[in-house]
């Protein structure tokens, strides 16, 4: 097994019920032939999903919160009781906030969405790294987002909770260079089910257009991760995001806010 293959590798997918997470399990399992064992909370979809896959024993699921710190923990000891070391941890599972002004947003808002999406990647370290250590090629890798690259008009508690995701997979990736392989992911609008829980009307809209299919999406990240890429950006938005960020740190948002603003979509209505 060289460092970076893919090929027969015992990985973790956390999200796996759904969108990006799901894709990715189902690639890696059909076309890696990798033992995946996929997170989520929803086990009709998980169940429906490991039946529809080809090489279905290749994939089990395990039901539990990511936000809470002692399911990881559990979530550990079963593995070592099972005897699945794994070989790549792949914290995905997260959710985005309806787009708004950070006031319509709350407390419990905050603290579910960066216990969800932020916390969840350090529990996951925490708990797993003993485990991963055991592996002869071990990686960890973080879905942050393009919102952690450049900042986004109303999704402020989002923002936040990614930009966490991606200083913390940065500084791990220093901390364990040369023993883990650690990547952070970013990607831009991707077709998913995460706008579902938009309060507004997203069908048909400007954001589905520009969306990048998931399929697409999922390839180009296991295609840079077979490359051993530390910072993955995947969709056209998310590369020019970062791009002008980098050269324009203040207009960048401005112009974001202003593409967003002309848009005049539904879904931005509590933004605007
Ligand atoms: N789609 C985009 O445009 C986009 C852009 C940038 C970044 N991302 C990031 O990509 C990742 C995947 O999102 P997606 O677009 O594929 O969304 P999605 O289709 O809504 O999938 C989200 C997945 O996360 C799981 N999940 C959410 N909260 C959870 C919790 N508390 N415990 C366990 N599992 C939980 C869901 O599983 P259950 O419902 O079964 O719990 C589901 O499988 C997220 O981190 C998201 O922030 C997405």
Known sequence: MTKYDLHQKRVIVSGASS???????????EEYSCRVVGIGRNEERLSAFRNSLKNKELFAYKLFDVSVRENWENFA?????EGFIPDMVINNAGFLLPFARAEFHSAADAEDILSTNSLSCVYSFSALLPLLRRSPAPAFVNVS???????????????ASKSAVK??????????????????????????????????????????????PTDKAVKRIL????????RIV??????????FYRLFPNLTGKAIRAVLKKSGLEIFKDVF
């Not at 295609?223 to 530390?230: A, D, I």
């Not at 969709?235 to 020019?240: I, R, S």
């Open 167 to 212: 200083g913390f997979t940065e500084c791990l990736a220093l901390d364990y260079r040369g023993e883990i392989y650690v990547a952070g992911v970013y990607p831009g609008f991707t077709k998913t089910d995460i706008f579902s829980h938009q309060k507004r009307k997203t069908e048909n809209t400007l954001v589905e257009k520009l969306c990048l």
């Open 223 to 230: 295609k840079k991760l077979k490359r051993g890429k530390t």
């Open 19 to 29: 969108g990006i997470g799901r894709e990715l399990a189902r690639r890696l399992c």
């Open 234 to 243: 995947t969709g056209a938005d998310a590369k020019a995001m970062s791009f």
């Open 77 to 81: 000891a079963e593995l070592e009781k």
């Open 145 to 159: 987002s393009a919102s952690a690259l450049a900042p986004v008009v109303g999704t402020a508690l989002y923002s």
